[in-house]
């Protein structure tokens, strides 16, 4: 089916100069946002069409107002925030209070000396001593400065420190090296933890800025339309692939406070449904 995902998305383009002038700006909108290559454009559609059994269902809806995209911008903030707290306190679990005292005490040293050298650095984030550092949003910048100072690029415990991490050469820095030596090889004995701090480097913001919010609002209405592309297309061609034959099945029993008569049909014949290869099953094939 790649080929009719292909013609669906190819035929998005077609929105900028025949469509809908809201259409015409949100597929403008994404295509600026993968720097106008249109064959990236393309190709970012069809692997979308191919997963859309996944993402469908929880497809929000068109916001026709600034009521309902307040709505929808909290209700997704709201997940941000969920999903960066956890990922804090299952971080401050992982790694020993003694451990983290320790390497606070490092970092702090670390961020003044940056601070002297008016050095710009994520380790910076550690010259408030006051702020604390834990599993709450405010502390996501202080968990990043940590794993700059610890961690290198790749996200291995860092061996060797210098000027660059607020460690000064020679006798200057001995004694703060020595420290940081020593949390390093500490945390190193901790493989989530390194895991977990790694990785808190590519935690999202709580909030999304002003051009996140545009081109996510832009992508939910390019996907809105890649669908209803892709239903002309299979209708033109008689065809279908497996997540829409799979969708008209769903429809055809209705659901379990509204079922069909073909559900109650079936219900009267079935009494188990033996499902094989389960760890590959999708939320829409669970619904079936």
């Not at 809806?61 to 707290?85: G, M, Y």
């Not at 990043?144 to 006798?171: C, E, H, Y």
């Not at 497996?242 to 049909?265: E, H, I, K, N, V």
Request: proline share 4%.
């Amino acid at each position: 089916a790649r080929e009719l995902y292909r013609t669906a998305a190819e035929r998005l383009l077609e929105q900028l100069p025949h469509g809908l002038a809201s259409d015409s700006a949100a597929v403008a909108t994404l295509l600026a946002h993968v720097d106008n290559r249109v064959g990236l454009f393309v190709e970012l559609v069809i692997e979308m069409l191919m997963r859309r059994e996944g993402w469908l269902p929880v497809l929000p809806d068109d916001v026709r107002n600034d009521t309902e995209q307040a709505r929808l911008r909290e209700r997704l903030e709201s997940a941000r925030r969920r999903l960066v707290s956890s990922h804090l306190e299952s971080l401050q679990r992982a790694i020993p209070q003694s451990l983290l005292r320790d390497a606070s005490e490092v970092a702090e040293a670390a961020a003044r000396n940056l601070a002297a050298a008016g050095e710009a650095s994520a380790i910076c984030a550690w010259t408030d001593a006051t702020q604390r550092v834990d599993g709450s949003l405010p502390s996501v910048a202080r968990w990043q400065g940590l794993a700059q100072m610890l961690l290198t690029a790749d996200g291995k415990v860092r061996s060797a420190f210098d000027k660059r991490v607020g460690i000064p050469p020679g006798k200057l820095g001995q004694d703060l090296k020595r420290r940081a030596g020593l949390v390093a090889a500490a945390l190193g004995e901790h493989a989530e933890a390194v895991d977990l701090l790694q990785a808190v480097r590519d935690l999202p913001s709580p909030e999304y800025d002003a051009d996140e919010w545009r081109v996510l609002l832009a992508q939910f209405r390019v996907l809105r339309l890649a669908v209803a592309e892709l239903e002309l297309v299979f209708a033109e061609r008689r065809v279908a692939d497996y997540p829409r034959f799979a969708w008209a099945a769903r429809q055809s029993l209705g659901s379990a406070d509204a079922p069909t008569d073909t559900a109650l049909a079936l219900d009267a014949r079935l009494a188990h449904v033996l499902v094989d290869e389960f760890q590959d099953t999708s939320e829409a094939q669970v619904r079936l």
